[in-house]
Structures are given as structure tokens and as C-alpha cells.
């Protein structure tokens, strides 16, 4: 009898298995009903968000900012609407295809910012709509935090404050152009010297980033990064232009400073020879403009294959910042994180309270479902835009630089 009890009870539980093996999933009913779009004036730059609505009250939130093209990169999200309503927001990546192959004209940074903040805000719906992190849709946390370097000023103190608040690396562009104009002598010399003071107040287990900003001729990348090699850089970042690889390729068989770039590059397609290729040992994808967050894992996949490490580019707002963080929890090549601190209450107001707080120079893994905030659409629109006209650089002779 004891011996029939207890097959019973071992029986039970399999068969209870067995059942729900054949059951099939419960379908969400999830449907998209419209498109909306914020552009927030931050100061000096302008903010764009989209959110994505559904059937069920569900929203998503996400974000394309780009530099200069703000009111444009609206317009493009917009344009997208005819293509998503009545579609399910969870089949990413079947709406990824279609908003980037269907239109045949594509590639460049209004289409691509378009889409990214569009499939931001689809997996922000997704997360929401199961309960769970992003993160845990895209495979789960491949570390237990996440290592960010912080965005600083180019004198000592500024490093050294970095160091205080607790983090390991932090970045400048260390390339200046007085009154806007680029001498090709000392704008390479000022920025050696500033490197130099930066290494000898923070010592020599502070790892320092440099951003020359696209700012160098061929010649100056070449003269500036073999001249801090021995500084030990932790990369030297858009030392060259994106047109053209060789160029870059050229500076890599010059220097032994570790490169990297690809804040101004698009999708998986522009990443695979500068991997394969061994071009930089950081690649620089912005989750807000290289297609967005599955698009952002893929890179990260390529770059893991050529064992090449991942430092994702983030000027931007929280929702960028939370963005690739999911990324950077699930990704083996995501190394360390690009970081600004951005302290003015009213963000935090804007983001409905939800922040990111670093401790001793590492991030949480997020935890709220979702992307993990929303944007209160009355403190956006009591920030609304305001053209930005960036400084124009030049050269002694009149002729324009890069930047």
C-alpha cells in the first residue's frame, strides 16, 4: 500500500508536466495603435524620445537623439507610424526588417536613429507587458555589474574628481581648438601635455580615455597617438574619420595605442570588417542610432567573435543609459559603459524618479520591467526645443575641420 502511495505521489507531478508540455503559451493580444514623439531641450543639445502605444494601455518609451538633427529625426520616427499600427510590438525583430528594408532607401544616422528609438521602445513594451528586466529577454546577465567610465573635463581636477566618486576610468577629448581653430602643431602638443598632467595626478592604475572627436588630419591621429603610447591610454577614440577604413587602418600599423570608434557607424554591417579586421580593440556602437538594443547585442556578438571588446557610446539621456545597460548585462564583449552624470532635478523629474546610481565605478544590473522609466510628458514639454548651432571649426588658411 505504501509502496502504491508513493508511485502515486512521484507520478503525480510528471503527469502535471506532461500536460502543460502540450499547452501552448498565452498569447499577449498585444496590438500597436500609435506613435508619438518628444524633443527636450537640455541646454546645449536636444533630446528626442518617441513612446509606442498599444490596445492595452502598455507603452514604450525610447530614444534617438542625435546632434544637430533633432527636429529632422522627429519627422523620420513619424514617418514610421503608417508602418507599426496595427502590428504586434513584440515581433522586434520581424519590425526591425521592415521599418529598415521595406522603404529601400536606408543606411545613415536620421533612418537608423529612427529605428533605434522605435525597437527601444518595443522591447520597453515587452518587459512590461512579461513582468521582467529587458536583460532576462536577451539571454540573462553575463556579469554581476556593469564597469563605467565617466565623461569629464581635460584638467587633473576633473580626473581626480572622477577618481573621488568612486570610479576606475574616465574620458576628454584632450584636443582643443582655441577660438575654434585647429593649428595641426599645437593642438596635438596641448593635447600630450594635457594627458601628461592628467596620468601623473591620477596615477598609474586610473584608466584614461581619450576623445580626439574626429578632430585630427591623418598626421596629427599618427603624431598624437604614437606620442601618448607611453601614457598607457585605455583607448583613443575617433582618432580618424568613418569614411574610409583605410584610414583607419593606416593609424593602426603606425601606433600601439589601443583604438576605437564606431559612435558614428550603423548596424551590423558597418562593424563585421572593422572586426574581422582587426581595426580597433574597442568598438563604440550608440544603442540610440546603430539600430537598437537587439542590434546592439549583435554587434557585441561580432566583436566577442574577433575578441574584440565592446564600449558602447552614451551622451545621452537615462533612457540610452538603460538601454545598453541591458546590453551590457547580457553581451561577454561589453567591457565597460560610457557615463555621464546628469544631476539637474528636473531630469530627475522628467524620468519619474528612475536614475542610475554607480557605486565604486560599476552599475546595477537594472531591475525594474521594461526598459526601467518613463517620461512624464508635462516636464518635457516645459523643456521643449530650441535649435542648437554647433561651433564651427577651422583651420588657420579659413578652410573647415572636422569635428
Avoid at 51 to 76: M, P, R
Avoid at 187 to 216: N, W
Wanted: net charge neutral; with cysteine; proline share 6%.
Amino acid at each position: 500500500m505504501l509502496r502504491r502511495q508513493l508511485l502515486q505521489t512521484l507520478a503525480f507531478p510528471a503527469l502535471a508536466f506532461a500536460q502543460s508540455a502540450h499547452e501552448k503559451a498565452k498569447p499577449l493580444h498585444l496590438k500597436i495603435t500609435g506613435l508619438k514623439t518628444f524633443t527636450v531641450n537640455v541646454g546645449s543639445v536636444n533630446w528626442v524620445f518617441c513612446k509606442v502605444s498599444t490596445d492595452q494601455g502598455l507603452t514604450g518609451l525610447g530614444e534617438g537623439s542625435i546632434t544637430s538633427k533633432e527636429a529632422t529625426l522627429a519627422s523620420a520616427i513619424m514617418d514610421n507610424e503608417r508602418l507599426l499600427i496595427g502590428r504586434d510590438p513584440t515581433n522586434i525583430e520581424a519590425i526591425w526588417q521592415s521599418l529598415y528594408r521595406v522603404p529601400r532607401w536606408r543606411g545613415g544616422p536620421i533612418l537608423n536613429s529612427a529605428i533605434s528609438a522605435i525597437e527601444i521602445a518595443l522591447w520597453d513594451i515587452a518587459g512590461k507587458a512579461l513582468g521582467v528586466p529587458i536583460y532576462k529577454m536577451l539571454g540573462g546577465a553575463a556579469r554581476d555589474r556593469v564597469r563605467l567610465y565617466l565623461d569629464v573635463g581635460d584638467k587633473p581636477e576633473d580626473f581626480l574628481r572622477a577618481k573621488s566618486l568612486g570610479f576606475t576610468a574616465a574620458k576628454s577629448s584632450f584636443i582643443d581648438a582655441d577660438h575654434n581653430l585647429i593649428d595641426p602643431v599645437k593642438t596635438v602638443l596641448g593635447g600630450v601635455r594635457k594627458m601628461e598632467a592628467v596620468r601623473k595626478a591620477v596615477g598609474d592604475e586610473f584608466d584614461i580615455a581619450l576623445d580626439p572627436h574626429g578632430r585630427l588630419t591623418t598626421p596629427m591621429a599618427v603624431q598624437f597617438c604614437t606620442a601618448i603610447e607611453p601614457l598607457r591610454p585605455l583607448f583613443v577614440e575617433e582618432s580618424t574619420q568613418l569614411e574610409d577604413l583605410g584610414e583607419l587602418a593606416h593609424l593602426r600599423a603606425k601606433t600601439k595605442a589601443p583604438l576605437a570608434t564606431g559612435e558614428r557607424h550603423f548596424t551590423k554591417y558597418a562593424f563585421t570588417e572593422m572586426c574581422s579586421r582587426h581595426l580597433v580593440d574597442y568598438v563604440q556602437p550608440d544603442v540610440c542610432h546603430a539600430g537598437g538594443i537587439l542590434e546592439l547585442k549583435k554587434i557585441g556578438t561580432i566583436a566577442e567573435a574577433y575578441r574584440i571588446e565592446m564600449a558602447p557610446h552614451n551622451p545621452q539621456s537615462l533612457v540610452s543609459t538603460l538601454a545598453s545597460l541591458h546590453v551590457d548585462a547580457t553581451t561577454p564583449a561589453c567591457t565597460i559603459q560610457e557615463f555621464t552624470l546628469k544631476n539637474d532635478p528636473w531630469l530627475l523629474d522628467l524620468f519619474q524618479g528612475a536614475k542610475v546610481e554607480p557605486s565604486g565605478g560599476f552599475a546595477p544590473l537594472p531591475d525594474r520591467p521594461g526598459l526601467g522609466c518613463d517620461l512624464d510628458e508635462k516636464v518635457a514639454a516645459a523643456h521643449p526645443y530650441k535649435p542648437v548651432k554647433r561651433p564651427e571649426y577651422k583651420f588657420a588658411d579659413g578652410a573647415t575641420a572636422d569635428q
